[in-house]
């Protein structure tokens, strides 16, 4: 089964998911927020998840973003749909810069690092890494 990691934004959500063995992270897709929960739906029905990595957005001082009720909104919405799949919160602070600048290392064109959507869902990969960096059963 694989961990699946959502980047959440109120226009676009960036998605990542592990291989099966929960080794690699990778990007998977960046899907339009109002799909999201029937993209999710249709992913899920072929291929197992063990768990949702939703990122929760904070300030460097650890308070709430603007996002943030937007994401804890989801998180209802996702639980509804998904009773049975747990969740679990990341934080993603630096992860949009983090994945610009892992974009260029990679030698990404301008044009590809200038389509948000390749941002969110690099985005959501380095969310699944630190995720799984971060859980001891999981190294």
């Known amino acids: ?24 992270a990778t990007a998977l897709e960046t899907v339009p927020t109002h799909q999201l929960l029937d993209y999710l739906k249709k992913y899920t029905a ?4 063990e768990a949702f ?6 300030r460097l001082d650890g308070t709430d973003t603007d996002n943030t009720p ?20 990341h934080d993603e602070r630096f992860t949009s810069s983090m ?11 301008k044009k590809d690092r200038r389509d948000k959507g390749n941002i969110d869902k690099v985005s959501a990969a380095i969310i699944l890494q ?10």
């Open 1 to 24: 089964m694989r961990l699946l990691a959502i980047d959440y934004g109120t226009k676009r959500t960036g998605l990542a998911v592990t291989d099966p063995l929960k080794i690699i």
């Open 46 to 49: 072929t291929e197992p998840v």
């Open 53 to 58: 990595i939703v990122g929760l957005p904070k």
């Open 70 to 89: 937007h994401v804890r909104g989801f998180v209802k919405r996702l639980q509804a749909a998904f009773p049975e799949t747990p969740i679990h919160w």
């Open 99 to 109: 994945a610009l600048q892992a974009m260029i290392a990679a030698g990404s064109t």
């Open 130 to 139: 630190s995720y799984m960096q971060s859980e001891p059963g999981l190294r």
